[in-house]
């Protein structure tokens, strides 16, 4: 079985440009959670998806952020413009109910120069 | 709001027993995990406790006391290949996501 996964893995974009990053939930996953990383500080919570409806965007920091899933299925999530402190590790968890344990994807590293 | 707490880095030797330990401050819980997470890698799910007590599984233990705000993870017969990050979560009451604590870098050595 395929597990979460990514893309891409490595993004590198100047301040004031979009990125758009990618997530593939395990198959059958309704539960669809993204949460960044940034230098030096804890795996923080953006947003949770329950198929294609936003279930909780309390972590989403402002609104140069936008995630969807449309289908329910894949998720993107879209940063616009792109600033300084976006620099970090995008992860991306799916789950079969939201209490079961979350399967993380690899992640994407994004670089705001 | 959520604190958690785990000591940044460990240091064992291979064969050995190790215990890394997580405190937490939460407005609510259900439920704390335990994640490793190799450089570059994924967090892979690890345990779950969400009674007090000890789990096992194979080489990993993870121990709870709700009272007391505190869990640890236990590793025995330690092998290089467990040097990684290992990472604490709480799951809130009355919501899915996950907080977590920085991270427990811990190096095994021959």
């Known amino acids: 079985e395929a597990g979460v996964t990514q893309f891409p893995s490595h993004s590198v974009i100047e301040k004031g440009q979009t990125v758009t990053l990618r997530c593939d939930p395990i198959?059958?996953?309704?539960?669809l959670y993204w949460y960044r990383r940034v230098m030096g500080k804890e795996i923080k919570f953006l947003l949770h998806?329950?198929?294609?409806?936003?279930?909780?965007e309390s972590g989403m920091p402002n609104n140069r952020f936008l995630a969807e899933r449309t289908g329910g299925t894949y998720s993107t999530l879209k940063v616009q413009p792109a600033e300084l402190e976006d620099s970090g590790v995008y992860f991306c968890?799916?789950?079969?109910?939201?209490?079961?344990?979350?399967?993380f994807g690899p992640g994407t590293r994004l670089t705001v120069l | 709001g959520q604190n958690i707490d785990q000591p940044t880095e460990m240091t064992a030797t291979e064969g050995a027993i190790v215990q890394i330990n997580c405190t937490y401050q939460?407005?609510?819980?259900?439920?704390l995990f335990w994640y490793q997470q190799h450089a570059g890698e994924a967090p892979t799910f690890l345990s779950y406790?969400?009674?007090?007590g000890l789990e096992e599984k194979g080489r990993f233990s993870s121990f709870l006391s709700r009272s007391k705000g505190y869990s640890y993870l236990l590793l025995k017969e330690l092998q290089m290949k467990d040097s990684a990050s290992y990472l604490c979560?709480?799951?809130?009451?009355?919501?899915?996501?996950?907080?977590f604590g920085k991270g427990t870098m811990l190096l095994v050595s021959p």
């Open positions: 968890a799916s789950s079969q109910a939201d209490y079961n344990e979350q399967f």
């Open positions: 198959s059958g996953h309704d539960n």
């Open positions: 998806f329950v198929k294609e409806s936003k279930q909780d």
């Open positions: 939460t407005s609510g819980f259900n439920g």
């Open positions: 406790n969400v009674l007090d």
């Open positions: 979560a709480v799951r809130d009451g009355g919501y899915s996501t996950l907080t």
